[in-house]
């Protein structure tokens, strides 16, 4: 499927995974990669119910949950966009991208308070992830906690103290 979906051979990918998902019915991979073939075609609510079909085998894989959270945020369903990736998020408290991405959809939904929390975890699980801790500081920022956000930034610096657009924040912080 993913050969066929690289050469731009849609209905050949799409004909594969549904194959691998017929011969193994709990191989995550073939739900993902079959959702976003069909997120793609623009058949989102194809792509959901895949996704959903892949939790009914699976129910405790986080990256189903993740995608279809991801989905969800495409139909404007946050509501169940939410539960989803924060779902995605307790299932796999390493996996970074999980938290980061839940909570940039918290934030997206005025859930600040909730935002920061979810973030802050994610930092002391990550103390190193730059995503994370840019976020913190962003977040912050709009929040109205400017001594966080100088915090957050500080370690931010400390990573990465070349980068243009870290010190391009810190001068509109010192504002």
Request: aromatic share 6%.
């Amino acid at each position: 499927g993913g050969i066929y979906s690289d050469l731009g051979r849609s209905a050949e990918a799409e004909s594969a995974y549904r194959k691998a998902i017929q011969l193994q019915k709990q191989f995550v991979p073939a739900y993902v990669n079959l959702a976003q073939l069909l997120s793609e075609q623009n058949k989102e609510g194809e792509a959901i119910t895949v996704l959903e079909t892949g939790l009914q085998q699976v129910p405790d894989d986080a990256s189903l949950h993740h995608v279809l959270g991801l989905a969800l945020v495409r139909q404007k369903d946050l509501t169940k966009a939410l539960e989803q990736l924060s779902r995605a998020a307790e299932l796999a408290p390493d996996d970074v991208r999980f938290s980061y991405v839940y909570a940039i959809a918290l934030q997206s939904t005025g859930e600040v308070d909730k935002a920061l929390e979810v973030l802050e975890t994610s930092y002391g699980l990550h103390p190193g992830n730059p995503d994370v801790l840019f976020a913190l500081v962003t977040v912050n920022r709009d929040a109205g906690n400017k001594q966080a956000a100088l915090r957050y930034l500080a370690a931010l610096i400390k990573l990465m103290p070349e980068n243009m657009a870290i010190r391009q924040l810190q001068q509109e912080l010192k504002r």
